[in-house]
């Protein structure tokens, strides 16, 4: 009889062990999958448009149009140079003297020796007509000769051959950019002497990157400054845009037209930094944390029903706490930006506090941050 009543007993006993077993196991899993939930901060999606910049480096050079070579019309030697290469000037300025050669000297004394012979046999003709010992075309063929005879000599004191020493100057407030000869050189007639570059009349010389080249055109503004001195900048316009990269900086060549008022704070050589304004676009502003990188480009994450979804966008505008991206966002779906380094590809997602919109982002840290492309740009 005893022997009965155990046999249902220890039949109860397993069963509530098996029970107690699968309990076990159901709450596991419900702390697991609470634990695979990513608490995240999100933001809405919104449109903005961006000015794109492109990024060039280059240097302050004479104008082209505008940069003269001094030289003067006679030989000589070089008997004194009052100033260096890269020296500023002013109007009139002494720059170097030149002493002329002999036979400048010498066309210069045989002119002004026919002039005086020439000036004297109008007298003597003009004498003898008034006693009519000469004809009035005799006259008239002396004083020819006259004439003649002072061209002469104004032609030799153009050229230089009047003074034993001649001085050139400054044509305007400048630069002597380069100086061709030295103390004690012999130069022959028309020989440059030196290079000068007036001081309103500079040129920014830019570098950009060959695939920037397509954006810009003739016209557009620039935003210049010196890359040493004061920070201040200015504004200058693209003249050219070169079709060839330079084999040995391997950038296109951009030429910018320099105010009046940069020859105040740049020196012909200087260097500078620019942004050329291209023409605006339109983008998604989102958080600069929102943007992540990987072998396969820039990609984001947006929330859809619970899960974080991949979304590969491009980066147009990477400057600023608001970055610009451009890709097949859904405006209605917002994008995780804390949080977002912990996920994968559909993990599931708990979404904390909202911000109101992507300005409102704090700032980023450089481990955040998308290897920025040559353009850039600025929200408006």
């Not at 008034?130 to 006259?139: F, I, K, P, Y």
């Not at 305007?172 to 440059?192: C, E, H, I, S, Y």
């Not at 480009?297 to 029903?305: E, P």
């Amino acid at each position: 009889m005893k022997q009965c009543f155990l046999i249902p007993r220890l039949g109860a006993l397993a069963l509530l062990g098996l029970l107690a077993g699968c309990g076990g196991e159901a709450g596991s899993a419900s702390n697991t999958d609470s634990a695979s939930t990513v608490a995240v901060t999100t933001v809405m999606p919104t449109r903005q448009t961006f000015h794109d910049n492109v990024e060039a480096i280059g240097s302050a050079m004479g104008d082209p149009h505008r940069a003269r070579t001094l030289s003067l019309a006679y030989g000589g030697q070089i008997v004194a140079v009052t100033v260096t290469a890269g020296q500023t000037v002013k109007r009139g300025q002494p720059l170097l003297t030149i002493s002329a050669d002999p036979a400048t000297r010498s066309a210069y004394q045989q002119a002004q020796a026919g002039l005086n012979l020439a000036r004297g046999e109008l007298q003597r003709t003009e004498k003898l007509a008034t006693e009519r010992l000469a004809t009035q075309s005799q006259v008239a063929a002396a004083r020819k000769t006259l004439a003649d005879a002072q061209a002469a000599v104004q032609a030799q004191q153009a050229i230089g051959g009047g003074a034993p020493k001649h001085a050139v100057q400054a044509p305007a407030d400048g630069v002597v950019t380069a100086l061709r000869v030295g103390l004690g050189d012999r130069v022959a007639a028309n020989a440059p002497l030196l290079d000068f570059t007036p001081a309103h009349a500079l040129v920014a010389q830019l570098g950009v990157q060959p695939e920037s080249g397509k954006k810009l055109r003739a016209g557009m503004s620039v935003q210049l400054q010196s890359v040493y001195g004061p920070p201040t900048g200015f504004t200058g316009t693209l003249q050219m845009i070169g079709q060839s990269v330079d084999p040995q900086t391997h950038l296109l060549p951009a030429q910018v037209e320099l105010p009046a008022s940069a020859g105040a704070m740049l020196v012909a050589g200087a260097a500078v930094t620019a942004q050329i304004h291209a023409a605006d676009f339109s983008a998604w502003a989102v958080p600069r944390d929102a943007v992540l990188h990987d072998q396969q480009g820039d990609y984001l994450f947006q929330v859809h029903n619970g899960h974080a979804k991949r979304v590969d966008v491009k980066l147009r505008s990477p400057d600023g706490d608001t970055v610009g991206v451009q890709g097949p966002l859904d405006p209605q779906a917002p994008i995780i930006v804390l949080g977002v380094y912990e996920l994968s590809d559909g993990d599931a997602v708990k979404t904390g506090a909202s911000q109101a919109n992507a300005s409102s982002k704090p700032a980023a840290t450089a481990s955040s941050a998308a290897p920025p492309p040559t353009t850039t740009g600025t929200a408006q």
